[in-house]
């Protein structure tokens, strides 16, 4: 079993609608990261956070560290937002990643 | 662009070849890694350099050999590899270890090996 589950693994939505991906992890950890993996390969770090809620543009993370669990969520989506989205955690100076979550917005 | 750049970004190669991924990153990041990433796995970490010395190697077979020159380039030299390789091999780097700060990611190699 991973140390960092995700759900959905897949989920396909119409643009404007909200949307949540979950993630919790069973180690304790230092901070939980949500990266963006776009088709072609490049990731990009969207939030590194290690209490309560942050929010940038559409992008909302939370986490709950006594719950072990963590959501990223997007508001008003629309197709660009479609890529891979990978919750991983810090822990011993290292890094454990999810399987990710293929997210698909349709237009 | 996040600032850490790899060369090239897709690479073919047979089983007899040596060829070299390249990383580099100019924020001043004293920590670099080598991820790989397979279809349908978590990434895994496969070495890590802090101030230029390896720090971590995580059981990754010998024909990936890496090199770091300095703290801002880090390159990873591939021979004799398997079929199985092919992989999206990524690069990040970050201000010291990863506790407590952000990693920085390439766009990554997309590595076939036939």
């Known amino acids: 079993k991973n140390e960092v589950e995700q759900s959905p693994q897949n989920l396909t939505a119409q643009e404007g609608e909200f949307i949540t991906i979950n993630c919790s992890y069973s180690v304790g950890i230092s901070a939980l990261h949500w990266l963006q993996q776009h088709p072609g390969g490049g990731i990009v770090s969207l939030f590194m956070l290690s209490s309560g809620k942050k929010k940038h543009g559409r992008l909302i993370a939370t986490i709950n560290i006594q719950e072990k669990h963590s959501s990223l969520h997007i508001t008003a989506s629309h197709p660009r937002d479609s890529a891979v989205y990978i919750c991983?955690?810090?822990?011993?100076?290292?890094?454990?990643f999810g399987k990710g979550t293929r997210l698909h917005i349709l237009p | 662009e996040t600032g850490v750049t790899q060369t090239p970004r897709h690479l073919v190669m047979g089983m007899t070849n040596k060829k070299s991924l390249k990383c580099e990153q100019h924020?001043?990041?004293?920590?670099m890694y080598w991820y790989k990433q397979s279809a349908k796995k978590p990434l895994e970490l496969m070495f890590v350099?802090?101030?230029?010395?390896?720090?971590e190697n995580n059981s990754v077979p010998s024909r990936f050999s890496p090199e770091c020159p300095n703290s801002s380039h880090l390159f990873l030299h591939l021979h004799t590899l398997q079929p199985e390789d092919s992989a999206l091999y990524l690069c990040?780097?970050?201000?010291?270890?990863?506790?407590?700060?952000?990693?920085?990611f390439g766009q990554g190699t997309r590595l076939t090996v036939v």
């Open positions: 990040a780097s970050s201000q010291e270890g990863l506790e407590n700060t952000e990693a920085f």
């Open positions: 350099y802090n101030f230029k010395e390896q720090t």
């Open positions: 991983a955690v810090s822990r011993d100076d290292k890094i454990i």
């Open positions: 924020l001043g990041h004293n920590a």
